[in-house]
Structures are given as C-alpha cells and as structure tokens.
C-alpha cells in the first residue's frame, strides 16, 4: 500500500519538528553536567573545610606547647612536681576548649601520660664544656606527660649549636600532637605513618632561655614526692 506523497510529508515535517524541539531543549543536557560536576565540587569544598581542621589543630597545639616554655621560663622560685601538674593542666584546657577541629574526647582525658592528641616533655638543662673542647647539655630535672618515663637527671645530651653557651640554662620542650582530620573517622585513610605509634603525627621542638632568674630547680616536698613523670 502506497502512502500519498502529501501524506509523507507531513510525517517527515512532523519527526524533524520534534527534533528541533529536542534539540532545543537543554534541561536534559544540563543535569547530565550537574551530574558530573557536583560530586566534585562537594568534594572539593570537605577537602578544604577538612584542611581547615587539621590547621586549626596544628595551630592551636603549637601555640599552647610554646606557652608552657614561656610560663616555665618566667617563674620567680623553684617548682614542685604539683605546679607543673597544674601548669600543664592549665595550659591543655586551653588548648582543647573551643577547639572546633575534631579531637578525640573521652571525657577527662588529659592523665598523667597525656592525651591522645597532646603530649610533651620538659627538661631543664645546663649547657656544660665537656674536657674534649665540646659543649653539650646536661639534664638538671624532667617532667613528662606523655607515655615515657622521666629520665634521671644528670645525663649529658646533644644541644643545637646556637645553645652551646657554657654555663645557660634552657627549658627544653618536646611536643607530641596527634593530628585527626575527618577523613580518619571515614577510615579513607590514616594520616598517622606508623600504626603502632602512640604520641603522635607531628612533633615540636624548642629551647627557651631562662628569663629574669638565674635558677628554676624541681623540689620535692612533702606529698609531693618524684615519680614516673618527675625527676628532679
């Protein structure tokens, strides 16, 4: 059966017409881009916020582990194993109230060895010019809230060239801070390069001069006996 020509035509017409129509459609073409696009920008947008994160953590540590340098280094008399307790106490509530990085928090989590996301140790030491010419230093006292124990005093370590001042005094603060970005509680990945390893992803290392007194000795007093965690 033959269909009229005139009749052929209007079909033709007809099809071509709904493929300019479609054509001229983009909303289908748009949400296949979207589609695409938005699970990147997403993404982007975590990344950066999560960076913020880990930033603020770093900062934040940082900056609290050299305040206890600088509160030590200020005293006027000599320090019990109590003060430093109570130091250290005051100077990680700090660092962990209004801290909106995300942190581990199990309640009163700041014990003797530390929290997780916060360790570090102080030692006081008296550079000294060894019989062979060089300068080293000599460890008077030490306090750790970390999971160490304190070393006994007298035992001669490596000080950087600059503190090679026989005869200075320095308080030595080794910091732990333990870094957490969101991706770890995803389990993504861990940024933590070792798993057995307990202190931490960063650490921090600095000398601070004694400031304004000549002499800053641990003493033991009376309830207050040196333990694990204070040698004097």
Same mark, same amino acid.
């Not at 990085?101 to 060894?130: K, N, P, S």
């Given at each position: ?35 695409? /696009?938005?699970? +990147?920008? *997403? ?8 960076? !913020?994160?880990?930033?603020?953590? @770093?900062? %934040? ?60 140790? /102080?030692?006081? +030491?008296? *550079? ?8 080293? !230093?000599?460890?008077?006292?030490? @306090?750790? %809230? ?63 001069? +004694? ?22």
């Amino acid at each position: 059966m033959r269909v009229p020509a005139d009749k052929l035509r209007r079909t033709v017409w007809s099809r071509n017409a709904l493929l300019r129509r479609f054509a001229r459609n983009a909303g289908g073409s748009v949400a296949v881009e979207m589609a695409f /696009i938005l699970p +990147i920008f *997403a993404a982007m947008a975590f990344l950066t916020w999560d960076a !913020g994160t880990v930033y603020t953590q @770093y900062n %934040r540590a940082l900056s609290n582990l050299y305040s206890v340098g600088d509160i030590i280094t200020t005293r006027t008399q000599d320090v019990t194993c109590n003060q430093l307790d109570a130091i250290s106490e005051l100077v990680y509530d700090s660092y962990a109230h209004g801290n909106w990085a995300r942190r581990i928090q199990d309640g009163d989590d700041f014990q003797a060895d530390g929290a997780l996301d916060f360790r570090f140790r /102080i030692v006081m +030491i008296r *550079a000294e010019t060894q019989p062979s010419g060089t300068v080293r !230093g000599r460890t008077e006292w030490e @306090y750790v %809230r970390a999971s160490q124990t304190a070393r006994e005093p007298g035992q001669l370590i490596d000080i950087p060239n600059e503190m090679r001042i026989d005869g200075m005094r320095y308080v030595h603060v080794e910091g732990f801070i333990y870094l957490r970005p969101t991706f770890n509680y995803l389990g993504i990945f861990d940024m933590n390069p070792d798993p057995d390893r307990e202190d931490g992803l960063m650490e921090m290392d600095q000398f601070f001069p +004694i400031r304004y007194v000549p002499n800053i000795d641990l003493i033991e007093e009376p309830g207050d006996e040196f333990d694990a965690k204070c040698k004097g």
